[in-house]
């Protein structure tokens, strides 16, 4: 990797050779001293087609910017090349023009593909034989999948508590998922010990320094697609952290490299139960570590990537905002209701974000707003129950039909 001169800690600032199996920078306790991918962009931009016509068959197109070799043969699905939608049924409601990213169209249904590609290409490159990771659903569906593309054992631990509809792909895909007595956190920590005992490869996003890597390809995306007209803001919801930061990474390059003229700010949404970053980009004195919310893909007490999540806060100059669970419902009504798109409890929180933003006066009613959807809803179909009602139960006569529906 060539176009790869080191992995930077973002604490002390200690270089490490970016082939050599590390995930956190040894000067810290724990996994506190996250690595960041450096790159050598005379290299990156001599080998990138920079015609940005906005036609992306998959975030490939971006494979001079990922931390692969030139070489590689990468392990996708098609993963990327997510259309951007305008929305306006939507905007009307939120009372701002809105554009939708649905991230949600990926191969297993979220956007953590875009991560799970690189850093299983990685895997098949370093030659493992097992990958692993610590999910609440969506990251272990996602890896199990590539895994049976690329032929990897896959090993996956995810809380005891996690929605019936996301085990079911992981287990399809041949993964062997552990469903470990205790929190997202719980799962998350038995993960890395397995890891160091056994010396599997780890694809959580917390700690791989790749898997943020794969993440920013939306907005690599993102820039490309809206370069003539760039957004005010862009939303992201925020688990561990990795995603917004990997978005606003993406958007930065190309506006630092001359390919858009300008960029976006991040507005990160936090559920109410599930509010670390939030909290400490705030200077709240009272940073709760529990996590309790439905939108279980950001349930996340102790987030690992606090400190890149605020760094894109601060850096776009955007900020940070909490929803509560009953928000987020109403979000993923709005977002079926008006624009036909179907997301997860964690997808909708974006749309549950703007509509307290606009309320707060953060967003302004003349600026726009792209929303990106991480996950399909099919993920939580009984949130999606529970936020629409279930069907309403008739006999199987016309009289029924013209009794609920008299003027037809």
């Not at 305008?86 to 009372?95: I, K, N």
């Not at 996003?205 to 993440?215: L, M, R, T």
């Not at 697609?225 to 925020?238: K, L």
Request: aromatic share 6%; with cysteine; hydrophobic share 35%.
């Amino acid at each position: 990797m060539d176009h790869v001169p080191a992995l930077q800690c973002t604490l002390c600032g200690e270089t490490y050779d970016p082939e050599r199996e590390i995930y956190t920078c040894p000067n810290h306790d724990g996994v506190s001293g996250i690595l960041e991918v450096q790159y050598d962009y005379d290299v990156v931009l001599d080998r990138f087609d920079a015609d940005l016509d906005g036609s992306i068959p998959s975030q490939w197109k971006y494979k001079p910017f990922l931390p692969v070799s030139a070489d590689a043969t990468p392990v996708t699905l098609g993963e990327g090349g997510t259309d951007l939608l305008a929305a306006e049924t939507l905007s009307d409601r939120l009372g701002v023009e809105t554009l939708v990213k649905d991230d949600g169209r990926n191969p297993t249904g979220v956007l953590k593909d875009r991560a799970t590609s690189v850093s299983v290409t990685k895997a098949t490159e370093d030659g493992v034989d097992v990958v692993t990771c610590a999910s609440t659903g969506n990251a272990a569906a996602s890896l199990a999948g590539y895994a049976g593309r690329a032929d990897l054992e896959c090993r996956i631990f995810v809380p005891g508590d996690a929605p019936e509809g996301k085990l079911a792909q992981p287990l399809t895909y041949g993964a062997d998922v552990l469903a470990v007595e205790g929190s997202y956190d719980e799962a998350y920590d038995l993960s890395m010990a397995v890891t160091d005992e056994f010396g599997w490869y780890n694809r959580n996003a917390a700690i791989n320094p790749f898997q943020v890597e794969g993440k920013r390809t939306v907005g690599h995306e993102l820039a490309e697609q809206t370069r003539e007209s760039v957004p005010d803001w862009v939303v992201f919801s925020m688990g561990d952290g990795c995603t917004i930061y990997g978005g606003w990474k993406g958007f930065r390059e190309f506006h630092e490299l001359d390919l858009v003229s300008e960029t976006p700010k991040m507005l990160g949404v936090q559920a109410d139960g599930a509010r670390a970053i939030h909290d400490t980009f705030h200077d709240h004195d009272d940073v709760d570590d529990v996590a309790d919310t439905l939108a279980d893909s950001i349930a996340v007490g102790r987030p690992r990537n606090t400190l890149k999540a605020c760094k894109a806060l601060e850096q776009s100059g955007g900020t940070s905002v909490v929803v509560s669970d009953e928000q987020i419902l109403e979000g993923e009504r709005l977002l079926g209701h008006t624009e036909g798109i179907y997301a997860e409890p964690a997808g909708a929180a974006p749309v549950a974000g703007v509509r307290k933003a606009r309320a707060e006066g953060i967003i302004d009613p003349d600026e726009t707003v792209v929303i990106v959807v991480t996950g399909n809803g099919l993920k939580d179909t009984k949130s999606a129950l529970r936020a629409s009602g279930d069907p309403v139960s008739i006999p199987p006569e016309l009289s029924s039909v013209v009794e609920l529906f008299p003027d037809g």
